[in-house]
């Protein structure tokens, strides 16, 4: 199912793109929780990782590397980061497009609430 993230991706909806390539794209989110805050979604449409399959293995490691790599270009990697992955309802899932959260720049507590 199309969310407003395929709108990005297609750049029908505006939204500051501060990495792309043919698996992936970032993008600064919309209402940052932290100094740095941006969101790396395939261009699959993948609803969430509940529905992640084998294949999509390298996939998921492409996101992984690719906000690490962010992180690092930010300066903010040695201070450390938070990658997240919001699942469906429980998890606080809101666009159900498969996307991995960078958020960065701040200390941050544990566990979440
Ligand atoms: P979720 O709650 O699904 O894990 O995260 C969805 C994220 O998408 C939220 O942090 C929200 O602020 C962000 N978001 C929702 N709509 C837009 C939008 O139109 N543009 C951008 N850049 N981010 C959005």
Redesign the pocket.
């Known amino acids: 199912m199309p969310t ?1 993230f395929s709108k ?1 991706i297609s750049r029908e ?1 505006p ?2 793109i501060v990495y792309e390539d043919e698996h992936l794209l970032a ?5 940052p ?1 932290a100094p740095v ?1 941006v ?1 790396f979604i395939p261009r699959e449409e993948i609803a969430s990782a509940d529905a992640l399959e084998d294949r999509h293995a390298e996939l998921v490691g492409r996101l992984v590397l690719a906000a690490g790599r962010y992180a690092r270009e930010a300066g903010i990697a040695e201070d450390g980061y938070r990658l ?1 992955m ?1 699942t469906n309802e429980h998890g ?4 159900f497009h498969l ?1 991995l ?1 960078l958020i960065g720049g701040r200390p941050m507590s544990w566990p979440p609430g």
């Open positions: 407003l990005i909806i939204a500051q993008f600064k989110d919309i209402n929780q805050h969101l997240v919001n606080g899932q809101t666009v996307h959260h």
